[in-house]
């Protein structure tokens, strides 16, 4: 890339282009610890009801449909020495670290009481279990099944047969005024590996004002740091139009700046990091669930104060080489502005539909923890002989292949084909297209009863993800440059860039996408039961031995693939539709862009047209 234009296409430098970037996978990475991570933490690590959890989401995100546009035209007001944006880039790093961390210092809806904890482990095998040993307890039926009390003291004896064989595969199960704790036989050990099971005894819902409160907090925290988020989000967006007048150039830095905010999720290992260091809080004498809630904050704080650092960056490295006029206009103007802009309303309704697919990143790390990991990576990851889980490993970056490699590697190939092909054309193709392989993933679930784990059954689901998810990085693509060719359109008619506004309806498609995707996510949880207490109990179950993907009869795992393909699906047919017609054209903005720099290199202001 060539670092000098003529005058009359001022443009970036590498060097420029290079810490923007940098900037922008900083601020990613703090996006994508809230967007997917905050949502594991709320439900499946402190317990706030999915109900409660969507509500949150969709109340943020209906405060930010009023909250962006403002901000947008505070930013496009703003006037310094640095420009309009700069000033915002510099300065907002450090207190969206702030805010980032504040929601995950939290209390716990749900936690263990008194009556959880039971001070067992490994048992020795005391004698054979024979009937004048059982005549001495109780016997009780619980779950369907008839079992012996063998002890009222912590001592399990193992199951046997008449020939005193061990029976593989029994539960002996130990009850007191503490509730109910499972015991599962290990014949391979010759003991009875005694299991923390948290019973309907075993821990309490926060109630009254406590519960309020942690509700509250929650929402408060969240909100506050999609307000800050905001002020950050829309100028590092808003700058791409005002750091070249050259539209290649400008389409080279939207697209590697897709590509960059893609590989913002790192942030999404989030949810794998944190769980690792629950050793270190478990050693201080927290038990499994406390010390699960202090490896989160603690992580979320290492992890954002390293975004917060990279974003900064950007602030310290862009310029602004387009210049602006004096007129600006106000909130209500602007508001007026962006929805009398054709071709960005009909962008704007189109994202709007297009909201389910924000699903895979709302649903994406429960996904993967649950079904793939079953809530225990060490333990997954890991085999009875100590060595590595070479076969899950594999099979989960098939899986990280086909969601990553699609969104981040296919937005690279974008510009060249909008050097082709013409940019409406391509992004219809793409919503249709892309809904193909959504409903595809559904179907092979459903097809094979629910288990994808065989090699085959990986390679064809991971085909799929990439298929789609190519689709949903090529429309993040050309949304982010057809939204910069609306900037040249409304300058070229009223006479004003306005940038912030413009850049603040795309963040503004994110996060209302973000609050229906959460609401669809909340209701679908609520029916199969994935919420609060079923969740810890759940949690508790998997420690147990059992599989998530057969627990409750597979209906947990069937509701996550749903929500990652038939609604995204619907939501890709949909947003062609407003699209369909797209009035502003290529050549219509080749045209506009030349008159517009022509303007510029002439010295004139770019008064409003009639």
Same mark, same amino acid.
Request: charged residues 15%; contains cysteine.
């Given at each position: 890339?060539?670092?000098?234009?003529?005058?009359?296409?001022?443009?970036?430098?590498?060097?420029?282009?290079?810490?923007?970037?940098?900037?922008?996978?900083?601020?990613?990475?703090?996006?994508?610890?809230?967007?997917?991570?905050?949502?594991?933490?709320?439900?499946?690590?402190?317990?706030?009801?999915?109900?409660?959890?969507?509500?949150?989401?969709?109340?943020?995100?209906?405060?930010?449909?009023?909250?962006?546009?403002?901000?947008?035209?505070?930013?496009?007001?703003?006037?310094?020495?640095?420009?309009?944006?700069?000033?915002?880039?510099?300065?907002?790093?450090?207190?969206?670290?702030?805010?980032?961390?504040?929601?995950?210092?939290?209390?716990?809806?749900?936690?263990?009481?008194?009556?959880?904890?039971?001070?067992?482990?490994?048992?020795?095998?005391?004698?054979?279990?024979?009937?004048?040993?059982?005549?001495?307890?109780?016997?009780?039926?619980?779950?369907?099944?008839?079992?012996?009390?063998?002890?009222?003291?912590?001592?399990?004896?193992?199951?046997?047969?008449?020939?005193?064989?061990?029976?593989?595969?029994?539960?002996?199960?130990?009850?007191?005024?503490?509730?109910?704790?499972?015991?599962?036989?290990?014949?391979?050990?010759?003991?009875?590996?005694?299991?923390?099971?948290?019973?309907?005894?075993?821990?309490?819902?926060?109630?009254?004002?406590?519960?309020?409160?942690?509700?509250?907090?929650?929402?408060?925290? +969240? %909100? !506050?740091?999609?307000?800050?988020? /905001? =002020?950050?989000?829309?100028? #590092?967006?808003? &700058?791409?139009? $005002?750091?070249?007048?050259?539209?290649?150039?400008?389409?080279?830095?939207?697209?590697?700046?897709?590509?960059?905010?893609?590989?913002?999720?790192?942030?999404?290992?989030?949810?794998?990091?944190?769980?690792?260091?629950?050793?270190?809080?478990?050693?201080?004498?927290?038990?499994?669930?406390?010390?699960?809630?202090?490896? +989160? %904050? !603690?992580?979320?704080?290492?992890? /954002? =104060?390293?975004?917060?650092? #990279?974003?900064? &960056?950007?602030? $310290?490295?862009?310029?602004?080489?387009?210049?602006?006029?004096?007129?600006?206009?106000?909130?209500?103007?602007?508001?007026?502005?962006?929805?009398?802009?054709?071709?960005?309303?009909?962008?704007?309704?189109?994202?709007?539909?297009?909201?389910?697919?924000?699903?895979?990143?709302?649903?994406?790390?429960?996904?993967?923890? +649950?079904?793939?990991?079953?809530?225990?990576?060490?333990?997954?990851?890991?085999?009875?002989?100590?060595?590595?889980?070479?076969?899950?490993?594999?099979?989960?970056?098939?899986?990280?292949?086909?969601?990553?490699?699609?969104?981040?590697?296919?937005?690279?190939?974008?510009?060249?084909?909008?050097?082709?092909?013409?940019?409406?054309?391509?992004?219809?193709?793409?919503?249709?297209?892309?809904?193909?392989?959504?409903?595809?993933?559904?179907?092979?679930?459903?097809?094979?009863?629910?288990?994808?784990?065989?090699?085959?059954?990986?390679?064809?689901?991971?085909?799929?993800?990439?298929?789609?998810?190519?689709?949903?990085?090529?429309?993040?693509?050309?949304?982010?440059?057809?939204?910069?060719?609306?900037?040249?359109?409304?300058?070229?008619?009223?006479?004003?860039?306005?940038?912030?506004?413009?850049?603040?309806?795309?963040?503004?498609?994110?996060?209302?996408?973000?609050?229906?995707?959460?609401?669809?996510?909340?209701?679908?949880?609520?029916?199969?039961?994935?919420?609060?207490?079923?969740?810890?109990?759940?949690?508790?179950?998997?420690?147990?031995?059992?599989?998530?993907?057969?627990?409750?009869?597979?209906?947990?795992?069937?509701?996550?693939?749903?929500?990652?393909?038939?609604?995204?699906?619907?939501?890709?047919?949909?947003?062609?539709?407003?699209?369909?017609?797209?009035?502003?054209?290529?050549?219509?903005?080749?045209?506009?862009?030349?008159?517009?720099?022509?303007?510029?290199?002439?010295?004139?202001?770019?008064?409003?047209?009639?």
């Amino acid at each position: 890339m060539n670092d000098q234009k003529p005058a009359k296409a001022l443009t970036y430098t590498r060097r420029e282009l290079a810490g923007y970037l940098t900037g922008l996978a900083g601020q990613n990475i703090i996006y994508n610890i809230i967007a997917t991570g905050l949502a594991f933490y709320f439900q499946s690590v402190i317990f706030i009801p999915a109900i409660a959890c969507s509500l949150i989401f969709a109340i943020a995100r209906v405060w930010d449909a009023i909250n962006d546009p403002m901000m947008g035209s505070i930013v496009d007001k703003t006037r310094t020495k640095w420009g309009k944006c700069k000033p915002y880039l510099l300065f907002v790093p450090a207190v969206i670290c702030v805010t980032t961390i504040l929601p995950f210092f939290n209390s716990m809806y749900a936690e263990p009481n008194e009556k959880h904890e039971v001070e067992l482990s490994a048992q020795p095998v005391y004698s054979v279990f024979d009937e004048q040993a059982a005549s001495a307890f109780e016997k009780f039926t619980y779950d369907g099944k008839e079992y012996i009390v063998a002890s009222d003291s912590g001592s399990w004896e193992i199951t046997r047969d008449a020939e005193g064989k061990i029976i593989k595969n029994t539960v002996s199960v130990f009850v007191n005024e503490n509730g109910i704790y499972k015991a599962v036989d290990d014949p391979a050990q010759g003991k009875t590996i005694v299991q923390e099971f948290q019973s309907e005894f075993g821990f309490e819902k926060a109630s009254g004002s406590k519960g309020a409160f942690i509700i509250i907090w929650a929402a408060f925290a +969240y %909100i !506050l740091w999609g307000m800050t988020y /905001t =002020v950050g989000d829309i100028p #590092l967006w808003g &700058v791409t139009s $005002l750091m070249t007048e050259d539209q290649n150039d400008r389409a080279k830095a939207l697209a590697l700046a897709r590509i960059f905010a893609n590989a913002g999720m790192i942030g999404m290992a989030f949810t794998f990091i944190a769980p690792n260091f629950n050793g270190i809080f478990i050693a201080k004498g927290m038990d499994e669930a406390h010390a699960l809630r202090s490896s +989160y %904050i !603690l992580t979320a704080i290492i992890l /954002t =104060v390293f975004s917060s650092l #990279l974003f900064e &960056v950007a602030g $310290l490295s862009v310029k602004e080489k387009v210049s602006q006029s004096e007129k600006t206009y106000s909130i209500k103007d602007n508001f007026r502005i962006m929805w009398g802009n054709k071709p960005f309303r009909q962008l704007l309704i189109s994202g709007v539909l297009r909201s389910p697919i924000q699903l895979l990143s709302i649903v994406a790390m429960t996904l993967v923890m +649950y079904y793939f990991f079953n809530n225990d990576i060490e333990g997954t990851m890991t085999l009875p002989d100590g060595s590595a889980n070479v076969s899950i490993i594999i099979k989960v970056l098939i899986m990280g292949l086909g969601i990553f490699g699609g969104l981040i590697g296919f937005s690279a190939v974008i510009p060249a084909l909008a050097r082709r092909f013409e940019k409406k054309k391509l992004y219809n193709f793409f919503s249709v297209a892309g809904a193909v392989p959504y409903i595809l993933i559904f179907v092979i679930f459903k097809l094979t009863g629910g288990d994808i784990l065989s090699w085959g059954r990986i390679i064809i689901m991971g085909a799929m993800f990439f298929m789609a998810s190519s689709s949903m990085g090529a429309l993040n693509v050309l949304q982010s440059v057809m939204i910069a060719d609306c900037i040249d359109y409304e300058e070229h008619i009223h006479g004003v860039r306005t940038d912030g506004v413009f850049f603040s309806g795309q963040s503004f498609i994110t996060k209302l996408s973000a609050g229906i995707a959460s609401l669809i996510s909340g209701a679908v949880y609520a029916i199969v039961g994935f919420s609060d207490k079923n969740i810890a109990l759940l949690n508790n179950e998997l420690l147990s031995g059992v599989d998530f993907k057969t627990y409750a009869g597979g209906k947990y795992a069937a509701a996550m693939f749903f929500l990652v393909s038939i609604p995204p699906a619907v939501g890709m047919l949909l947003s062609a539709i407003p699209t369909r017609n797209y009035s502003l054209t290529d050549r219509e903005h080749t045209r506009i862009l030349n008159e517009l720099n022509a303007r510029r290199a002439a010295g004139q202001d770019g008064k409003e047209q009639p």
